[in-house]
């Protein structure tokens, strides 16, 4: 059974400190995704990246990071965690087919900063 | 604003019931997709529509595409309890580089 996996469910962290968020995808897709899904306003795209090493900014990058090393693994970084950053974080990967840009989702990271 | 603006944003009917939710946009998308996700999992895709027009049956739901490939919706004949979830509607375009662009979402709890 193919898989995005993220391997932490549930984080409580506190404001100022720094965070990572892991997802590990076993399907060789090219691209990967960190969306943010809050009530009321649906998933927003925060990076996404189409190749090992490259990212490119989505909507809502501000306060965010990421890192890609390896094919499978897609890293999202809150350098200094804030309060407004309390959410669900959701990543998935995709085959690079435009016109057919099926995601595949992890089960979520659900994180609140106090 | 949200590009995609679903409709209603909270469902809640008998079991047995029909329903539809809608998905609507000033903008032509080159193909939209239907995701259902439930408490404490990701979404996971339901369906794609491409072609203007297009209708997709699963089982007891019934997927449309607009002619103009600006809307969707999606209706479900016969609710049950297992279709409790949220449903969210993603359009791709070609000049936000294929990426999806997500509706908010619509809630919906079937009670038995």
């Known amino acids: 059974d193919v898989k995005v996996t993220q391997s932490s469910r549930y984080l409580v962290k506190r404001t100022g400190e720094k965070v990572f968020l892991e997802c590990v995808q076993d399907?060789?897709?090219?691209?990967m995704f960190w969306y943010r899904q809050d009530p009321g306003l649906g998933l927003r795209l925060i990076y996404f990246s189409y190749d090992v090493k490259m990212k490119e900014k989505g909507d809502i990058p501000e306060g965010y990071s990421v890192s890609r090393e390896k094919k499978e693994r897609f890293s999202l970084i809150l350098e200094s965690a804030s309060t407004n950053q309390t959410s669900m974080y959701l990543c998935a990967s995709s085959l690079l087919r435009p016109g057919a840009n099926v995601l595949t989702f992890g089960a979520g990271s659900r994180l609140t900063v106090l | 604003t949200q590009l995609l603006e679903q409709s209603p944003q909270f469902l809640s009917i008998q079991e047995g019931e029909n329903l539809t939710v809608y998905c609507n946009s000033s903008s032509v998308f080159s193909s939209l997709q239907w995701y259902r996700q439930e408490p404490g999992e990701g979404p996971v895709l339901l369906v794609t529509v491409v072609t203007g027009g297009e209708v997709k049956k699963l089982k007891r739901l019934t997927f449309q595409f607009g002619d103009a490939r600006k809307d969707s919706s999606l209706h479900i004949t016969a609710a049950q309890p297992g279709d409790t979830g949220l449903y969210l509607c993603a359009g791709e375009r070609m000049e936000y580089g294929n990426k999806l662009v997500f509706g908010a979402g619509t809630i919906l709890r079937v009670k038995s």
């Open positions: 399907m060789d897709h090219e691209n």
